[in-house]
C-alpha cells in the first residue's frame, strides 16, 4: 500500500516566530507551504487555499486534504482565533503530523500589542492552542513541541528535532533564506516584516521599546491569563517549563516575527 504524502500542520501561537519557521520550510523546495488557511476563513470570512477558495473551516481542511493525496503539504496556522470545527474532526486531525510552537508569554504578549493594541487576552491564542493540542493528544496522535525562544537560540538544533519528529530530512541550507517571501504574505505585510527581512531563522531579533504604561498593564493583566494555558501545552507535549518571563536580548538587528 502506497503512502499518502505528507500533511504538516504547525499549530502556533501570534507572535511565535512562526512565520520565520515557515519561510525556512518555504527554502526547502520540496513542500508545499500554505500561509494561515484557517486564520484568514476567521478574520477575512474566505482563504486562498492553493487557488480554492474556502469560505469555512471545513472547506478548508477539505482542501488541505485533497491537495495533500496528490503532494506533500505544509502548513501554519495562527490561534487568534477558534478553530472549532478542526478539533472534533477526528478524519482531519488523523490526516496531519501535528507539532504546536509557543514562545513564552510575557515577550509573546508584547510583541502582539505593539502590532494590535486593542487585541483581546484570547487572541494572544495560547488558550486556543491548548484546544487544539488537547484535541490532538486526546485522541492519541503525536504532537511535537516547537519552542520559539529556542529557534532563536539554536535554530539548527531546533529545526533538527522538528525534521525528525515529522520523518522530514533535514535541510540545513533551508535556515538561510534566498528565495523571496511567499506572496501569501502579502495581505498581512506587516505583521512578518521581520520575517521577510531576515536572511537566516533565528537571526537575532531587535531589542523592542518599552509599551506605554496603559498599554503595560493590559500586558501583564493578558500575560497572566496566557501562564496556564501555556503551562498545560508545555506539561503535554514534554516542553521545558522555563520561566514565563525571559530576558530579551539586545540585539541590534531586525525581529523575526
Known amino acids: 500500500m502506497t503512502q499518502e504524502p505528507m500533511l504538516l500542520a504547525l499549530w502556533c501561537v501570534p507572535r511565535s516566530r512562526s512565520t520565520a519557521f515557515e519561510r525556512a520550510m518555504f527554502e526547502r523546495g520540496d513542500l508545499l507551504v500554505l500561509h494561515e488557511p484557517f486564520s484568514r476563513v476567521c478574520d477575512f470570512g474566505e482563504a486562498d487555499v492553493a487557488g480554492r477558495r474556502c469560505t469555512t473551516q471545513e472547506e478548508v481542511m477539505a482542501a488541505l486534504t485533497d491537495i495533500a493525496s496528490r503532494e506533500p503539504v505544509f502548513f501554519k496556522d495562527t490561534t487568534d482565533f477558534a478553530f472549532d470545527a478542526v478539533t472534533p474532526d477526528a478524519a482531519f486531525l488523523r490526516r496531519c503530523r501535528h507539532a504546536a510552537m509557543v514562545r513564552n508569554p510575557a515577550d509573546t504578549v508584547r510583541s502582539h500589542l505593539r502590532m494590535q493594541a486593542d487585541a483581546t487576552s484570547a487572541a494572544m491564542g495560547f488558550g486556543h492552542l491548548w484546544d487544539i493540542v488537547s484535541a490532538v493528544t486526546?485522541?492519541?496522535?503525536?504532537?511535537?513541541?516547537?519552542?520559539?525562544?529556542?529557534?532563536?537560540?539554536?535554530?539548527?538544533?531546533?529545526?533538527?528535532?522538528?525534521?525528525?519528529?515529522?520523518?522530514?530530512?533535514?535541510?540545513?541550507?533551508?535556515?538561510?533564506?534566498?528565495?523571496?517571501?511567499?506572496?501569501?504574505?502579502?495581505?498581512?505585510?506587516?505583521?512578518?516584516?521581520?520575517?521577510?527581512?531576515?536572511?537566516?531563522?533565528?537571526?537575532?531579533?531587535?531589542?523592542?521599546?518599552?509599551?506605554?504604561?496603559?498599554?503595560?498593564?493590559?500586558?501583564?493583566?493578558?500575560?497572566?491569563?496566557?501562564?496556564?494555558?501555556?503551562?498545560?501545552?508545555?506539561?503535554?507535549?514534554?516542553?521545558?517549563?522555563?520561566?514565563?518571563?525571559?530576558?530579551?536580548?539586545?540585539?541590534?538587528?531586525q525581529p523575526i516575527g
Not at 184 to 211: E, I, M, N, Q, V
Request: one cysteine or more.
Open 138 to 253: 486526546g485522541a492519541g496522535l503525536p504532537m511535537h513541541l516547537v519552542d520559539g525562544d529556542r529557534v532563536v537560540g539554536d535554530p539548527g538544533t531546533e529545526m533538527r528535532r522538528y525534521c525528525a519528529a515529522m520523518d522530514l530530512t533535514f535541510l540545513p541550507e533551508s535556515l538561510s533564506f534566498r528565495k523571496e517571501p511567499p506572496k501569501s504574505w502579502g495581505t498581512t505585510g506587516s505583521w512578518h516584516a521581520g520575517a521577510s527581512d531576515s536572511s537566516a531563522l533565528g537571526a537575532p531579533p531587535r531589542a523592542p521599546g518599552k509599551l506605554p504604561d496603559d498599554l503595560e498593564r493590559t500586558a501583564l493583566a493578558h500575560e497572566q491569563d496566557q501562564i496556564s494555558p501555556y503551562t498545560r501545552i508545555l506539561e503535554a507535549l514534554g516542553g521545558e517549563n522555563r520561566s514565563t518571563r525571559a530576558e530579551t536580548p539586545a540585539f541590534p538587528s
